[in-house]
């Protein structure tokens, strides 16, 4: 841990006249209760999009929802993005499933490694939904850190320094361990190992290994709220630097973000639906489940160019 902040903790519930907030911790998430997403009225979705804002990731319990309940919720808060790993389930295209059957002895898990989502495209999905159906007994858990959070505790005068720098996001390093480590199936990752045989890439993945640049630290196009975007997955370099100038720069920070202070951690149950917002936070996942299935949809909404 580089520090063990003291002030900057505002995930305290607002005031709602629809809805309920319950913080998870002092970083950030909360459980919104008494809602139904199904039938959730435009009074609720209006306390529950500015809830997530604020909380950077919300979830709700006991929600039995279809594929269709899925999107029609997930559509609220804008158009469907680009899913960079996925293809969606029959008939709802837009609904991905992430399904990692007990049998399936890779290594590396779907969403491993700290990472915001899809930053290598050049206009990066703003907000996840995810809905669990089957869950392990135990392990499958998922982590966030607060990057906004993050931000606001630098010094200003590291503020200072990190101004105007772009980062270069790219596949390459989630490429390069699914083929080394995950067993080649129908899965995401199991597809990607696959390529090790390929003669050569497909244009569309070397399009996200190229990937794109966006700020270091991003303006929140609805709120205005800083937060650092950057992580450890995707994040493989600073224009302008040469890799060793970037280097010590690119692991503090990532180091910063992701220190226990500044998380939360779910334990997932099913007919849960976790939402969260790309722009503000990061997360992964944990390959502690071997042996034991389990089943989530996943939906992402479009977002905007960074800035």
């Not at 907030?21 to 199904?38: F, K």
């Not at 435009?42 to 899925?70: C, N, S, V, W």
């Not at 980062?167 to 067993?183: G, N």
């Amino acid at each position: 841990m580089k520090l063990h902040p003291t002030d900057g903790f505002d995930n305290a519930a607002r005031h709602y006249r629809h809805i309920e907030a319950r913080p998870l911790a002092a970083a950030m998430g909360a459980e919104i209760c008494g809602v139904s997403v199904a039938d959730v009225t435009d009074e609720q979705f209006a306390e529950i999009r500015a809830a997530l804002f604020h909380h950077k990731m919300i979830y709700f319990r006991g929600q039995q929802m279809t594929h269709a309940d899925h999107e029609a919720f997930s559509l609220r808060f804008g158009a469907f993005a680009e899913d960079a790993y996925t293809k969606g389930v029959p008939s709802h295209v837009n609904v991905h499933p992430l399904i990692r059957e007990a049998d399936d002895a890779s290594v590396m898990v779907f969403g491993s490694g700290w990472h915001t989502d899809s930053p290598f495209l050049a206009e990066p999905p703003s907000i996840t939904s995810l809905r669990s159906v089957q869950i392990p007994p135990f392990g499958g858990d998922t982590i966030w850190a607060n990057s906004a959070l993050a931000y606001r505790t630098l010094s200003p005068a590291y503020r200072q320094l990190i101004a105007g720098l772009q980062v270069r996001f790219s596949m390459r390093d989630v490429l390069q361990s699914a083929q080394a480590s995950a067993v080649e199936n129908d899965t995401p990752l199991g597809k990607l190992s696959a390529l090790k045989h390929a003669a050569s890439l497909p244009e569309d993945v070397l399009r996200k290994v190229r990937g794109n640049t966006h700020p270091l630290v991003r303006t929140h196009a609805i709120t205005g709220e800083k937060s650092l975007y950057l992580d450890s997955s995707y994040g493989v370099g600073i224009d302008g630097m040469t890799p060793a100038e970037a280097a010590p720069l690119l692991q503090y920070l990532c180091e910063h973000i992701t220190q226990p202070a500044f998380t939360c951690r779910l334990r997932w149950e099913p007919d849960m639906l976790a939402l969260w917002d790309n722009r503000l936070c990061i997360h992964q996942a944990f390959n502690d489940y071997q042996g034991y299935r389990r089943e989530m949809y996943r939906t992402t909404i479009a977002g905007e160019v960074p800035v």
